[in-house]
Nanobody, 133 residues
């Protein structure tokens, strides 16, 4: 069955870096549309970065130039490299998968960082906390 397990979160000083990992099982991460979201108490889950099966990527404006999403097919793992972290990056980070057939993820890619963008993803990990101080 499909499972996503995040790791790599923790405390970090402003200006520092972290690399999050999301180990996938039950499907091929590199052949799927996958994303990272983050959430803070009282706020809607927001899309941070998304990567499609063809390797195309998109980022929320707030993280462009600082975060990089990638996949490792051999390890079946999704990553999020986060640099130049600031206080607003604090939150619970979740990886998510949209297992729609190839060519059917256009809306997902276009709307992942819009309101209710999380609804395009059917599978979620348990989250990993990132705290920037």
């Amino acid at each position: 069955h499909v499972q996503l397990v995040e790791s790599g979160g923790g405390p970090v000083q402003a200006g520092g870096s972290l690399k999050l990992s999301c180990a996938a099982s039950g499907f091929a991460a590199g052949s799927s549309c996958m994303a990272w979201f983050r959430q803070t108490p009282g706020k809607e889950r927001e899309g941070v970065a998304v990567i499609d099966a063809d390797g195309s990527t998109k980022y929320a404006d707030s993280v462009k130039g600082r975060f990089t999403i990638s996949t490792d097919n051999a390890k079946n793992t999704l990553y999020l490299q986060m640099n130049s972290l600031n206080f607003d990056d604090t939150g619970m980070y979740y990886c998510a998968a949209d297992l729609s057939p190839p060519g059917m993820t256009l809306a997902t890619m276009e709307r992942f960082d819009k309101r209710y963008g999380y609804k395009y993803f059917a599978y979620w990990g348990q989250g990993t906390q990132v705290t920037v101080s």
